[in-house]
């Protein structure tokens, strides 16, 4: 089955604790991309990547880092969060820039 | 102000209605015109998009966009309890320009029987 997965759905942190969190896609697509909702601010895009170790700033990249070092994984790591992360973050593929995305089930972080 | 604009409702409407969902754009040369649905603790999901102006449909979907006004619609005929979800859209610019989607805020809608 064609889909985005992230890991974990949902996790609790304190101030200051690196996190990583995970996304992966089996649809082969070259453009990945996370993105975080929060109420009344829709949909932000954080960072993406064209392809494999090609990675740029989306809307609202303090602090957050990502890598792409295979096409099917592409993480997002928050090195000290802040409780002004808590917000629900979203992982999305698409075959190129600007095809339709895909998107993962979410994840929920919750940041003390 | 926002490159686009979506007003976050809700929208409360009973069954069999037919509902219009609407966002407006700052951004003349935006070409390519999506709408996501989802569902409460789901990731957005592609429902419908058109790159010109016109309606489309898919089902008891239609899909329009009038780019002079630039204003883009989607309605939903006979409307079921099933489509109580945030409808977003989003829209971005074709080749020669940049292609990330900008995306509105969403409409909460509620289907109630």
């Known amino acids: 089955e064609a889909q985005v997965t992230q890991n974990p759905r949902y996790l609790i942190t304190v101030t200051g604790k690196k996190l990583t969190v995970t996304c992966s896609q089996n649809?082969?697509?070259?453009?990945m991309s996370w993105y975080r909702q929060d109420p009344g601010l829709g949909l932000r895009q954080i960072y993406y990547s064209m392809n494999v170790e090609v990675t740029d700033k989306g809307d609202v990249p303090e602090g957050y880092k990502v890598s792409r070092k295979e096409k099917r994984n592409f993480p997002l790591i928050l090195e000290s969060p802040s409780p002004n992360q808590t917000s629900l973050y979203f992982c999305?593929?698409?075959?190129?820039?600007?095809?339709?995305?895909?998107f993962g089930p979410g994840t929920r972080l919750t940041v003390l | 102000q926002k490159e686009v604009e979506q007003d976050p409702g809700p929208l409360s409407v009973p069954e069999g209605a037919i509902v219009s969902l609407n966002c407006t754009y700052s951004?003349?040369?935006?070409?390519?015109f999506m709408w996501y649905r989802q569902y409460s603790r789901k990731g957005p999901e592609l429902l419908m998009y058109?790159?010109?102006?016109g309606n489309k449909e898919d089902g008891r979907f239609t899909a329009q966009v009038d780019k002079s006004s630039k204003y883009i619609s989607l309605f939903i005929r006979d409307s079921q309890p099933s489509d109580s979800a945030t409808y977003l859209c989003?829209?971005?610019?074709?080749?020669?320009?940049?292609?990330?989607?900008?995306f509105g805020r969403g409409t909460s809608l509620i289907v109630h029987p």
């Open positions: 989003a829209m971005s610019l074709l080749p020669g320009g940049s292609y990330i989607p900008t």
């Open positions: 951004n003349s040369a935006f070409q390519y």
């Open positions: 058109t790159y010109s102006s």
């Open positions: 649809m082969n697509h070259e453009y």
């Open positions: 999305a593929s698409s075959p190129r820039l600007g095809d339709t995305q895909y």
